[in-house]
T-cell receptor
Framework: ETGVTQSPTHLIKTRGQQVTLRCSSQ?????VSWYQQALGQGPQFIFQ???????GRGNFPPRFSGLQFPNYSSELNVNALELDDSALYLC?????????????????FGPGTRLLVL | RKEVEQDPGPFNVPEGATVAFNCTYS??????FFWYRQDCRKEPKLLMS???SGNEDGRFTAQLNRASQYISLLIRDSKLSDSATYLC??????????FGKGTRLSVIA
């Protein structure tokens, strides 16, 4: 296993509600990336956090927001849920050196949170 | 044009067969290349990185052709346990991982 944990494992919400998903990174990792994987698709990048700051964002609306804490764990918040938000939400942790991003930076994925919006 | 394109499959092959997956990417500045494996209802797991010189790990061989912007994965002597979705992934420096849709493989006894 990668040592990356996510909670909850499954969640059912209704349209308009808000949801918070949590991710604990692998020990020693300082960077967390969040991805959304719809059924039959590859994961799509939502955003990345490094040293408690957002460090890159994909093509997702502002109702998708996040946080990273001093222990490098992270939250993904989604407001005003829509039916199309139903997906597997994956977080991935990695170790970034002081020199910045590197092509050698390997991301390790958690088991994901499966969100269903009714 | 999608950034990473893969044949979605499914590929249904008998045990012991050799199967090849192809992937093309659109960004010529891509620097890192990977194959991830994803089992049904599980997270993606890194199968192997892909290097310019090509690399092999047991029954798995990955090739990269930068000129054609093409990546391949060859699986020899397929096992039932190889049944999964194989995701082609590229990375441009400090950008996030960009995934293809995946190619589904079913190895049949």
């Amino acid at each position: 296993e990668t040592g990356v944990t996510q909670s909850p494992t499954h969640l059912i919400k209704t349209r308009g509600q808000q949801v918070t998903l949590r991710c604990s990174s692998q020990s020693g990792h300082n960077t967390v990336s969040w991805y959304q994987q719809a059924l039959g698709q590859g994961p799509q990048f939502i955003f990345q956090y490094y040293r408690e700051e957002e460090n890159g964002r994909g093509n997702f609306p502002p109702r998708f927001s996040g946080l990273q804490f001093p222990n490098y764990s992270s939250e993904l918040n989604v407001n005003a849920l829509e039916l199309d938000d139903s997906a597997l939400y994956l977080c991935a942790s990695s170790l970034r050196g002081v020199a910045g991003p590197s092509r050698l930076e390997t991301q390790y994925f958690g088991p994901g949170t499966r969100l269903l919006v009714l | 044009r999608k950034e990473v394109e893969q044949d979605p499959g499914p590929f249904n092959v008998p045990e012991g067969a050799t199967v090849a997956f192809n992937c093309t990417y659109s960004n010529s500045a891509s620097q890192s290349f990977f194959w991830y494996r994803q089992d049904c209802r599980k997270e993606p797991k890194l199968l192997m990185s892909v290097y310019s010189s090509g690399n092999e790990d047991g029954r798995f061989t990955a090739q990269l052709n930068r000129a054609s912007q093409y990546i391949s994965l060859l699986i020899r002597d397929s096992k039932l346990s190889d049944s999964a979705t194989y995701l082609c992934v590229v990375n441009v420096g400090n950008t996030p991982l960009v995934f293809g849709k995946g190619t589904r493989l079913s190895v049949i006894a």
